[in-house]
């Protein structure tokens, strides 16, 4: 029994679709927070569960019966992301299984400018001593986050953000993919993967020139200050400490900390992965 936590996620979601073509259903299981989100899988033969890494104690049921539990990281920051984090290792390992994985990030470190990255290694720490073997897929940076900042009706002609450093963007559908293959291939690796990233890395001066090509225009890359930038986000409603953790990321960019580029994600596709520029190509138009 394969157990797939946050199911009903952008990238848990993806991960139980693409298992369902390697795997019988009745092998994969769903731990989600709202069980009705999840009833296409259910349909499917895949057991949906309640299980919430705030409320450890819907974890024993969720996890009943794993051999393998994947842990997909929480979209929030801080010691309570590590907490939960924790809380749902610690549940697996309780519930019998033999590997627990889990989705970090290429950038995972304790020293990142950047707190998600913090979070990762901590929770990673937290694999290493848990007693059972562990997968940490370090995955790369959600090429999703870069493509919203080529919003026409916003930005137009002019990209104004702070200044960035090359970023191996990297697609949840390759990724979703990748993990589906580790799980199915139980023991593929172990201990944290090499960077699961996207061919190469790219800056926005680049993705710029690429926006020019398709729209027929000149796209200009603005370097905006940090501190300015910050305030126009709260100034349109960005929580303060959102708009912070948005700056720490070009902060990390800028240090290299997303510049790394595997050839790891394409083994495990058997692809290249999807490239950032076609998929912004695809965007504009």
Known sequence: MIIVTGATGQLGRQIVERLLTRVPAD???ASVRDPGKARAFADQGVRVRRGDFADPATLAHAFEGATQVLVVSIDRFGADAVAQHRAAIDAAVAAGARRVLYTSHMGASASSHFQACRDHAAT????RGCGVPYTALRNGFYAASALRFFDQGRHGDRLA???DGPVSWTFHED???AAAAVLADEGRFDGPTPPLTA???LTFDDLARVAGEVTGRAVTRVAVPDDRFQEQLTEHGVPAEYARHLIDIFLAARAGEFAAADPALAVLLGREPISVESALRK???
């Open 161 to 163: 953000l702070p200044a």
């Open 124 to 127: 990673e720490e937290a694999l």
């Open 283 to 285: 965007h504009l138009t």
């Open 199 to 201: 061919g190469r890395a």
């Open 27 to 29: 092998r994969i299981g």
């Open 175 to 177: 990724l979703a993919e």
